[in-house]
């Protein structure tokens, strides 16, 4: 199993370019989310999904969409990037309450 | 809104001793989480709590629960150089869709 699969690495953004994040899980989990961590600091939520078809915002959801059409991929779009955006993405499946799998991130430069 | 609190944020080691984390939530919560990152890495799961007066152990790591206290504890027996990372604790709410609010973290450097 490759457990919760994050493309691309790494990115370098001008402002007002857009991208998709790419998240996959191949654990059938239904529970699927998205945090953004700021160098030094916790991690915040942004999105979240409970399953295919569903999803609802997190802490910190300004500037950025999300879709889940299947149990398996949770893409994370950014529309018009921005400088404040700059951080580390990790996206995270689980399932019946246990602990969150994580993807290895994405470190998103904006400039 | 849930809050979650750690403290400290840095904590410098010496090998052998031993060290608390604390880790303070604001409101009832269904689940507490134990996490470790290396730099530059992802995050590993630790420990899950689940109720009042749990505890988890595994290696030098031993993770507590006080509910009614809205306190967790990580404690570490006799430091050693490989424990140096940065240490997260987590809350959940099931109704909430499991997911997490984070601490901001403690920052452990062991030195020899």
């Known amino acids: 199993n490759a457990g919760v699969t994050q493309t691309p690495k790494f990115r370098i953004l001008k402002i007002g370019q857009s991208m998709t994040l790419q998240c996959t899980q191949d654990?059938?989990?239904?529970?699927m989310y998205w945090y953004r961590q700021d160098p030094g600091m916790g991690l915040k939520l942004i999105y979240y999904?409970?399953?295919?078809?569903?999803?609802d915002k997190g802490e910190v959801p300004n500037g950025y969409n999300v879709s889940r059409s299947t149990t398996e991929d949770f893409p994370l779009r950014l529309e018009l990037a921005a400088p404040s955006q700059t951080s580390v993405y990790f996206c995270?499946?689980?399932?019946?309450?246990?602990?969150?799998?994580f993807g290895d991130g994405t470190r998103l430069s904006i400039l | 809104e849930l809050k979650v609190e750690q403290n400290p944020l840095f904590l410098s080691m010496q090998e052998g001793k031993n060290y608390t984390i604390y880790c303070n939530y604001s409101?009832?919560?269904?689940?507490l989480y134990w996490y470790r990152q290396d730099p530059g890495k992802s995050l590993e799961s630790l420990f899950v709590?689940?109720?009042?007066?749990a505890v988890k152990q595994e290696g030098r790591l031993m993770a507590s629960l006080d509910t009614k206290a809205r306190l967790s504890t990580l404690h570490i027996t006799a430091a050693v150089h490989d424990l140096s990372a940065t240490y997260f604790c987590?809350?959940?709410?099931?109704?909430?869709?499991?997911?997490?609010?984070f601490g901001g973290g403690t920052r452990v450097l062991v030195k020899p």
């Open positions: 995270a499946s689980t399932q019946d309450g246990r602990p969150q799998h």
């Open positions: 654990m059938n989990h239904n529970y």
């Open positions: 999904s409970v399953g295919a078809g569903i999803t």
């Open positions: 409101t009832t919560s269904d689940r």
């Open positions: 709590l689940l109720s009042n007066g």
């Open positions: 987590a809350v959940a709410l099931k109704a909430a869709g499991n997911k997490l609010t």
